[in-house]
């Protein structure tokens, strides 16, 4: 990498590391394991200054969305390429995204091939910190409305794509996925 690209992406760290400081001292974590979890993020930010790119082994922040659809009764999950698991969009920060809540809505875009998501007010809806093949993912979750007759189009990233009724995720998807869900059904 030259350095230009160097300065750029450690000016893209800085700015995007500072957002999610902000983002998770001023969320309101619903219970005490969601508190003990966003002061960890907090820590983890704090001590390492590569926190946020998939570069640092020690874990890294992600940004995720539950894609909601406009009635408000089915989800759209992906059947993710690498893990083999029914999850809702998301991934690592990329040095373009200005803050967790842009790189959520990116990664849902791209993810779901839907536009015009909007995600729902009031921030992150939960976290979630679970291993991966490339490090500990300290998972910012948020949830996004789709718009009316949108169309989910499978990207690269998933070998499919499917809208599941509230009650069958369960069925499908692991646990993380309907904690996820009870929460966006209950900020919803």
């Known amino acids: 990498m030259s350095p230009r ?3 750029a992406e450690a000016g893209a760290e800085h700015g995007l590391r500072e957002e999610a400081a902000r983002t998770l001292e001023e969320w309101a974590a619903p219970d005490a394991g969601q508190e ?4 960890d993020y907090l ?3 704090l001590g390492r200054p590569d926190a946020m790119w998939r570069s640092c082994a020690a874990g890294h922040l992600t940004a995720s969305a539950l894609v909601v659809d406009p009635e ?9 390429r690498k893990l083999r698991l029914w999850l809702q969009m998301g991934g690592h920060c990329e040095p373009g995204d ?3 809540a842009g790189a959520a809505s ?4 791209e993810e779901s091939g839907i536009a015009g998501l ?7 809806v939960r976290l979630d910190r679970h291993h991966t093949p490339c490090a500990w993912h300290l998972d910012v979750q948020y949830a996004a409305l789709a718009p009316s007759g949108a169309v989910a189009e499978i990207s690269e990233e998933s070998l499919d794509l499917r809208w599941y009724a509230y009650e069958e995720v369960a069925a499908v998807a692991d646990d993380s996925v309907v904690r996820l869900l009870e929460a966006t059904r209950a900020r919803l």
């Open 5 to 7: 690209a160097d300065a």
């Open 36 to 39: 003990r979890l966003r002061r």
């Open 43 to 45: 820590d983890h930010l």
């Open 72 to 80: 408000r009764e089915r989800v759209v999950l992906t059947l993710h």
């Open 98 to 100: 200005r803050s967790l």
């Open 106 to 109: 990116r990664e849902a875009a």
């Open 118 to 124: 909007r995600l729902l007010p009031g921030g992150p």
